[in-house]
């Protein structure tokens, strides 16, 4: 096996110390040599929100369209590909701990939000500095041919200063034509490595579509039978834009990505880049390719995913499209709907009864703190006009306990405005600082943890009352339903309006995963209704 070493094509190459205990490999991809190998299977591992799942159906796309199986069991593929949270510490604990389950001969790659926030080069300051060198601000790769910076191994923290300082006088000189190789410079995979060998590859899911680059690097055997778009939400991931499990009837289509509001608590823009928004051509294309290929369900994506300036056209087409049942999106602002967007769930019925609205705190000094940019007042007016719609709809939304500062009365007035809103549903966040956030550099972490916990239990019997109140007005309601699960007495899952659902069915029938009943509401409890197959 022969290994090409080539720095002659950048001036970076006089500036790496002679005798340093690394190298730098810098290449043209069309300048390989390697071995045939046979076919690899993975498998990927999804952590955190519903991107995620976008994201790695694309994933799945470009390693099978490279000539590599996909595996349902984890213990059956060579290649364990862990899709990454970093929302929460509780997120990135998961990752470790997977990492300890996994084989040694197991190779891992790692992808998205927990690299991402390593990749501002902390060894050049601490996590407080506000200096962002390179990362995920620096946007895809454009260059239908690639230089490739791959840093084997480093131990030296001089030694990386010295190249770092060259890298990114030069890489202002050629922005757009770089891949970095497990991220160069990303001391988060010196770290895991060091610990768990077999951690193999780094990827930004920014630049999948030059994976195959990489793998070739690594020297793998991948010949792409088609080409990829030199974007990677341009890649349609046919026939594996599901759930990586039995069902055959979702899909999550992102209509924009990442994001720039830099709330004080959130780690997403630093972690994963600014926003971007998808042409409503490509966005609808991707809906309908989806529709062919068997999803009923469609669920649009955004970080604020009703700040698209074409929203309401992208939602229209794609509740119009034949055969598409449901309609979903997640997740919006209270401050950028429009009339036109209520109407649109009003009359179009395949546009669920139910919003996704994140609130993070009913206090407006929390909020002001949080740089949210509404107050509780434009919450409650959102609020108001959604529980003006004829059609009866379900609101569940996402609140932080314990942020920075939050004192009793602030946690109260949480309290009040869930009242207000009747959530059927809230999403209890503990508040932990995370790298890099504005929260981390400039707040203080002083809510004694076990304060945030008892916040978070009062807050939660607030949601049971509230949400067996909402339920009994379900009761003699029909609501489609989704099935998930199948027994020989039930069928489960969830309800177009969001609801956990739990239905007998007749002795002389029999129903599939996936499909779609409607069913009779005649009993609930806090978060499930239970009840009969309309036959």
């Known amino acids: 096996m022969f290994r090409v070493l080539n720095l002659s094509h950048s001036p970076i190459s006089e500036h790496i110390p002679k005798k340093s205990s690394f190298h730098l490999q810098f290449t043209c991809p069309f300048v390989y040599f390697f071995t045939m190998k046979t076919t690899k299977t993975f498998h990927i591992i999804i952590y955190g929100c519903q991107m995620n799942y976008s994201d790695s159906a694309r994933i799945k796309a470009v390693l099978s369209n490279s000539w590599m199986a996909y595996v349902d069991n984890k213990e059956q593929a060579d290649i364990v590909i862990l899709d990454t949270c970093s929302v929460r510490q509780k997120s990135e604990d998961k990752v470790w701990g997977q990492l300890k389950e996994l084989r040694s001969d197991q190779k891992i790659w790692l992808t998205w939000c927990m690299i991402g926030h390593n990749l501002n080069l902390k060894k050049t300051g601490t996590t407080k500095s506000k200096k962002m060198t390179m990362g995920n601000f620096v946007d895809s790769v454009s260059s239908s041919e690639p230089m490739i910076v791959w840093l084997e191994s480093l131990q030296e923290d001089s030694a990386l200063q010295k190249v770092v300082k060259a890298f990114k006088t030069w890489k202002s000189d050629a922005p757009d034509n770089i891949l970095y190789v497990n991220h160069a410079f990303d001391p988060l995979f010196r770290k895991m490595n060091a610990q768990f060998p077999n951690v193999e590859l780094f990827f ?78 490509e966005i609808m294309t991707e809906v309908q390719a989806h529709v062919r290929d068997g999803a009923e369900e469609i669920v649009l994506l955004g970080q604020i995913v009703n700040k698209h300036p074409d929203f309401y056209q992208i939602l229209k087409q794609t509740a119009e499209t034949p055969w598409v049942r449901w309609v979903r999106y997640t997740s919006p602002y209270p401050t950028y709907y429009s009339q036109e967007i209520w109407d649109l769930h009003e009359s179009m019925e395949n546009i669920c009864p139910h919003v996704h609205m994140p609130l993070q705190s009913g206090s407006d000094a929390v909020l002001k703190k949080m740089f949210r940019g509404y107050t509780t007042d434009q919450y409650r007016q959102f609020v108001d006009e959604i529980r003006s719609i004829k059609r009866k709809m379900s609101i569940t939304t996402d609140i932080i306990v314990g942020f920075c500062d939050e004192t009793e009365e602030d946690f109260v007035e949480s309290l009040e405005l869930t009242r207000y809103s009747k959530f059927d549903m809230i999403y209890i966040g503990i508040y932990s600082p995370r790298p890099w956030t504005y929260g981390a550099r400039k707040y203080e972490d002083n809510v004694p943890t076990d304060v945030k916990k008892e916040r978070r239990a009062r807050l939660n019997d607030v949601l049971t009352d509230i949400s067996a109140q909402n339920n009994q007005a379900e009761i003699g309601q029909t609501r489609l339903m989704m099935i998930k699960s199948v027994s020989p007495w039930s069928i489960a899952w969830y309800t177009d309006n969001m609801k956990n659902i739990v239905v007998t069915v007749p002795e002389d029938h029999t129903y599939t995963v996936w499909s779609f009943v409607t069913a009779t509401i005649t009993d609930v409890k806090p978060f499930t209704l239970y009840g009969h197959v309309v036959v």
């Open 204 to 281: 930004r899911i920014n630049d999948l579509w030059l994976l195959p680059y990489a793998l070739k690097k690594l020297w793998y055997e991948v010949n792409p039978h088609v080409d990829i778009v030199n974007e990677y939400t341009g890649i349609i991931p046919h026939n594996a834009n599901m759930l990586f499990k039995e069902n055959t009837k979702t899909a999550y289509v992102p209509i924009s990505t990442w994001c720039s509001q830099f709330c004080a608590y959130c780690i997403v823009p630093y972690a994963r880049g600014l926003e971007k928004n998808r042409p409503i051509d």
